[in-house]
């Protein structure tokens, strides 16, 4: 049988997700042998990269038998599947059941999940085809995934650099053709960051819009679910399935979800396009810097109208979000006791000794920072000083963005001041880590949608990402813009 039609894009996955539902539908090829040739690239490329930490063989062969079992019989209906036979990766933060769920630490090793994820159970009911979890920065805490509790992941476009953190795994299955999509979680530009760093598409919907049932919690006033993928169009194609109500998850937004593929459609002449000069200033690379005006100027020549406006707090977003999701953090992971589930430490002669030395083995060195730089700012005495004022601070950055949605459609930035750095280069200074994330960590505080872009290479050859950030559950605005930089 004859295979769908390959991408352009050199380094990911041979096939695009209409290619493979259409070729499918149209008998050319099979959801298994698509399938098959996914775990054959994972056996060949992710021993270097380190991108998955399990794989779902079994229960892939067998969604992909059923996908096959009614195209066999002309019953494949592309408009209730229209992931038909897609292969997909699905981050370590995310329950599937029966397989394990550790969220990338050793606190949860040998954790095997007893439900599903809600945006796992409708990818599966579109026909995409589970292939594993991919790896991540423990609990989905850093900016690199050098933090995974089993190995670090490694960038397939230069496997001396980082992938970006913490959807690492998930970003460089994509890159490396290993998977077709994969879901990742973003708190604080955990999508987006490396997908700018793996040149690939990360798209990051309106707080509310993708059911977080099932998602193991880091900070859930900031935590999204979204999906990594080869092009603009994929990742439309996916968020359309995950996204909507969800009567398990109490933040799940009830608003309608457009047709994400018809509006990217649409042209974006007269789409009014706002560059904040604060995301152009001191510590933007050169290169990134020329490569992010590059696709503004792009933009601009399709009829969009470009014009300066100003998001002033942006200074305070980095420490702003470094309390506010700490704090929740320290809330979030004080489940893992070692009582109910996970790692228990042996030979614990107490309660109290148990607790501590489970944690204390359990958890990494960034997890146990951001714990303990949560508890503080929420205990007796530092609560007003630290987190009451962070809340105030979130408000002023939300304010900002709503007065500067009231003169422009969307916002175009940077997503990361400056390339994949090394493996290594940043791990003995958290703060260089943290200031990573700089471009990305608003759009979590205030809760609007956002896209990573790729818009080019440096010099040495490596992606660079743009930024389009949109108001309150306007995706379309966003991938339309996106396919217009693609």
Known sequence: MSQPNPTSQPGTSLFSIDGIRTAIAARETTATAIAEQHFSQIAKSDGEVGAFLALSRERALAQAARVDALAAHGDLDLTTMPLAGVPVGVKDVLMTKGLPTTAGSRILEGFAAPYDA???????????????????????????????????????????????????????????????????????GSIRQPASFCGVVGMMATYGRVSRYGLIAFASSLDHVGPLTNSVKDAAQVLQVIAGRDAMDATSADVPVPDYVADMQK????????????????????????????????????????????????????????????????????????????????????????????????????????????????????????????????????????????????????????????????????????????????????????????????????????????????????LRLGAAVE
């Open 118 to 188: 809600t945006v796992v159970t409708r990818l599966e009911a579109a026909g995409a085809v589970i292939l594993g979890k991919c790896n991540c920065d423990e609990f989905a805490m850093g900016s690199s995934n050098e933090n995974s509790g089993y190995k670090p992941v490694r960038n397939p476009r230069d496997l001396t650099r980082v992938p970006g953190g913490s959807s690492g795994g998930s970003a460089a299955a994509v890159a490396a053709g290993m998977a077709v999509a994969t879901l990742g979680s973003d708190t604080g």
């Open 267 to 478: 042209p974006v002449r007269g789409l009014r396009v706002g560059i904040p000069k604060e995301y152009f200033g001191e510590g933007l690379e050169p290169e990134t810097r020329a490569l992010v005006e590059a696709a503004i100027e792009k933009l601009r020549a399709l009829g969009c109208q470009v014009q300066p406006v100003s998001l002033p707090h942006t200074e305070y977003a980095v420490p702003t979000y470094y309390i506010v999701a700490t704090a929740e953090a320290s809330s979030n992971l004080a489940r893992f006791d070692a009582v109910r589930y996970g790692h228990r430490a042996k030979g614990a002669k107490s309660l109290s000794e148990m607790y501590r030395r489970s944690r204390d083995e359990g958890f990494g060195p960034e997890v146990k920072r951001r714990i303990m730089l949560g508890t503080y700012a929420l205990s007796a005495g530092y609560y007003d000083a630290y987190y009451l004022k962070a809340q105030k601070v979130r408000t002023l950055l939300a304010r900002d963005f709503e007065l500067a949605f009231a003169e422009v459609d969307a916002i175009v930035t940077p997503t990361c001041p400056a390339p994949a750095f090394k493996l290594g280069e940043k791990t003995d200074d958290p703060l260089a880590m943290y200031l990573a994330d700089i471009y990305t960590v608003t759009a979590d505080l205030v809760g609007i949608p956002g896209i990573s872009v790729p818009c080019g290479e440096t010099s040495e050859g490596l992606p660079v990402g743009v930024q389009i950030l949109g108001k309150h559950f306007d995706e379309g605005t966003v």
